[in-house]
């Protein structure tokens, strides 16, 4: 069992050692994510990259209500652990896991039901193709649910691996499903989906094979399924506003999904492509925001609060200066990247112009989530809520609308690039202000 006791050792070896393999998964997701565009762009062709997005960005918002409640969970149990208390952590582990089915089945039926109604408020240009994408998928939100839950009991315990090595099964899976349900049955939209969905259900089940096997470590067993009250409302208290910042983000992404949808199906499936490939960009600054604040919740158990600090100076540095690399990497090989999706020339034109500016805005994203992991760590998610109402409303959208009508498309692509600049001051106050160690050293 591949445990990491975060509270010692050299600090920038123990984040490259956690974050590397949340680095490689991330990639696979990205991977398998950006597979359905290729494939479409190659076998669908317009319009099938626009269905896809908007359907995608809508389970994105699903997907980051439930990594939300998850997160509550990974801290109380990074904490648990550092702490050296087993067995409010396995209580912690049984809770998070049960929620999580329920709360999976419960997402499926509501959206099989209003797939269509929500895609109709987005004003989907290939609104059909949308809405099957869209239905198909949501029965795949058990497995997606149920994964996150076990993967946060790993990484509370500092084993990234593990979820790596289930990400790698969904990527494959997908690639070759892909390939097979839209390159050879011709499926389309509806091989992508279920593609999707049947290769979330194999890395669910790696997942949980191996949870179940470890059952002295995590307390898990099907025929055992609790969950305890105590429990949940601690997890719900952290999770939830989590939960509600990443919904913020995921609503205020539609919002511009909305406005891009105005200026017709190119300017769709470029922003479908480009959405893509940010992810892929973002990829090592999400790794290093989740081994920060596993890290640092880990210290903040232990009560080593100067490591804690260090964590995030160490962590930031490291961000800055892979996504300064990263950038200069796609302003130079933009047209080549974008390449692989086989656009046609308008769309390749709005891609363009669309990658070149918002890739700006990734220094930023690298400064504010590395900040946000001490408040996570630190059980302060009204903080990063509050960070992420900022940006993503008050900042991204007003703005975005203003642009919009000013500068047309390209507006927004300048409001998506420069809105998360405005948490960065925010992250430097809290973590200077030194509020979360005072709270917590009061407990």
């Known amino acids: 069992m591949r445990q990491m006791d975060l509270t010692e050792g050299v600090i920038w070896k123990r984040l490259v050692v956690y974050a590397m393999p949340v680095v490689l998964s991330s990639l696979l997701q990205s991977a398998y994510s950006i597979t359905d565009l290729i494939v479409a762009g190659w076998f669908i062709g317009k319009g099938g990259i626009s269905a896809i997005n908007n359907a995608s960005q809508v389970m994105v918002i699903l997907t980051q209500v439930i990594m939300g409640i998850t997160t509550g969970g990974n801290i109380l149990m990074s904490q648990y652990f550092g702490s050296r208390d087993r067995e409010n952590r396995v209580q912690t582990n049984q809770t998070l896991f049960t929620f999580g089915l329920a709360a999976g089945a419960a997402a499926t039926v509501i959206f099989v039901l209003l ?13 059909e193709g949308a809405t099957l994408y869209l239905r198909i998928c949501a029965f795949g939100l058990i497995p997606i649910f149920g994964y996150n839950t076990l993967a946060a009991a790993l990484r509370a315990v500092g084993n990234s691996r593990q979820p790596f090595y289930c990400v790698a099964v969904t990527a494959c899976c997908n690639i070759a499903l892909d390939l097979l349900f839209m390159g050879v049955f011709r499926w389309g939209v509806a091989g992508a989906a ?15 094979v ?3 096997r470890q059952k002295d470590l995590f307390g898990i067993a099907l025929g055992k399924l609790s969950i305890q009250k105590d429990k949940l409302v601690r997890m719900l208290k952290l999770g939830i506003p989590v939960s509600v910042q990443m919904t913020v983000v995921g609503l205020s ?15 769709s499936d470029a922003s479908g492509i480009c959405a893509k490939v940010k992810d892929i960009a973002l990829m090592f600054t999400l790794a290093m925001s989740s ?12 009560k080593k609060y100067d490591r804690a600090r260090q964590v995030v100076h160490i962590a930031m540095r490291i961000a800055i200066a892979v996504s ?31 990658l070149r500016i918002e890739i700006l805005g990734q220094v930023f994203y690298a400064s504010f989530m590395v900040y946000n992991a001490l408040p996570s ?8 809520l509050f960070s992420s109402l900022l940006n993503c409303i008050i900042v991204r959208v007003v703005l975005a609308v203003i642009l919009n009508n000013t500068m ?3 507006g927004i692509f300048w409001a998506c690039a420069i809105a998360p600049a405005s948490s960065v001051p925010l992250g430097y106050i809290y973590e200077r202000t030194g509020v979360w160690r005072k709270s917590l050293a009061e407990k």
């Not at 797939?115 to 609104?127: G, K």
Request: one cysteine or more; a negative charge; aromatic letters at 8%.
């Open 408 to 410: 047309g498309l390209v």
């Open 377 to 384: 760590g630190a059980g302060h998610p009204m903080f990063t």
């Open 324 to 354: 300064v690399v990263v950038i200069v990497i796609i302003e130079l090989l933009a047209p080549q990247i974008l390449a692989i999706f086989h656009p046609d020339e308008a769309t390749m034109e709005i891609a363009l112009k669309n």
């Open 291 to 302: 081994a920060a604040t596993t890290m640092t919740a880990q210290c903040l158990g232990a």
């Open 115 to 127: 797939s269509r109604p929500i895609l109709l408020s987005l004003e989907a240009p290939a609104l």
């Open 253 to 267: 992404w539609l919002i511009m999904i909305f406005l891009v949808n105005h200026y017709g199906v190119e300017a």
């Open 194 to 208: 279920l593609a999707t969905v049947l290769a979330q259900t194999a890395s669910f089940v790696v997942c949980l």
């Open 210 to 212: 191996y949870v179940l």
